[in-house]
């Protein structure tokens, strides 16, 4: 198995100069508008497409401040298979990305879907799979107008997104109210100027974070969401699993490696202390075979 770590910046990965490669999609229009909902950890805006058997809905699900963007489409057309690991195509516009994504088969009221990460910002995004041509997270457009997805072997689909930069916004709004339900409050960036770093993870990554033996002999796959307090001294106080389909143990067996392995360079405040910081982490993991 090939183990990749990313930490993606806010310019990813450019868009091919192709067209994406399928042939002329039926454009699906929205059938309402955006939805919002807020929960403990994570906030979402969803939006559905066409009408009876034909409706697809379209999920935009973050984790606070820095974290992906955990994307879901759901529609009768996706595989079902679900915690299965399938390669994706997705383009903006009409442009395909040069990589494949690496998506998670699932289900949304029992329609299945396929949950992949996007990113427009700094994110911190680990990724545990087979194939070496593939990508953990690609960029999302917040000016895109329309999103075209493949699962590779099934026929492609477009949706009429419209900008993204009302729903992201919103978004942005519920992350600073979660940041106060953690306790951090709002002017957390003012207060810590220096975010923490990883301090030699080729000494501890191995050991902090696993494929749980049985989720890898089942063939179980999973987006794992983290949340993470580090203290003054680098080390992880608190770990908080904010989602872990598939199996509770991706979530368990990681957050007790972190505390236990994982090492940071502190945060610093303006004055250059020490300081406890947030993290937030997005963990892909995908079995192929």
């Not at 910002?121 to 999103?147: D, I, M």
């Not at 900008?163 to 916004?169: C, D, G």
């Not at 902090?208 to 001294?233: E, F, G, M, W």
Request: hydrophobic fraction near 40%; charge should be neutral.
């Amino acid at each position: 198995m090939t183990i990749e770590y990313h930490i993606l910046r806010p310019l990813l990965a450019g868009v091919a100069a192709s067209v994406f490669a399928a042939p002329a999609l039926a454009q699906v229009q929205p059938s309402e508008g955006w939805v919002y909902a807020e929960g403990p950890e994570s906030c979402g805006a969803s939006r559905q497409y066409g009408a009876g058997e034909d409706i697809s809905r379209l999920q935009l699900r973050t984790y606070g401040p820095g974290s992906a963007v955990e994307v879901t489409v759901a529609g009768a057309h996706l595989p079902k298979e679900p915690h299965s690991a399938r390669m994706v195509e997705l383009g903006w516009d009409g442009n395909a990305f040069e990589r494949h994504q690496v998506g998670v088969l699932g289900s949304v009221d029992g329609v299945p879907s396929v949950n992949l990460l996007t990113a427009h910002r700094l994110v911190s995004a680990f990724a545990f799979f087979f194939s070496k041509t593939a990508v953990a997270v690609s960029p999302l457009h917040p000016a895109g107008e329309t999103a075209q997805l493949r699962v590779v072997g099934n026929a492609p689909s477009e949706v009429r997104v419209g900008s993204l930069q009302e729903p992201l916004r919103q978004l942005a709004e519920c992350e600073a109210r979660l940041m106060d339900k953690w306790g951090w409050g709002r002017d957390y960036d003012q207060r810590v100027a220096t975010p923490p770093e990883m301090r030699n993870p080729q000494s501890w990554f191995y050991k902090a974070i696993v494929y749980p033996a049985v989720a890898n002999l089942t063939r179980v796959s999973s987006l794992l969401q983290l949340r993470l307090k580090v203290d003054t001294n680098g080390k992880v106080a608190e770990c908080v699993v904010q989602s872990s389909p598939g199996s509770s143990q991706f979530g368990s067996k990681n957050c007790n490696g972190l505390r236990r392995a994982a090492r940071f360079n502190p945060a610093l405040d303006a004055q250059g202390t020490p300081v406890e910081s947030y993290l937030q982490m997005s963990i892909t993991f995908g079995r192929f075979d």
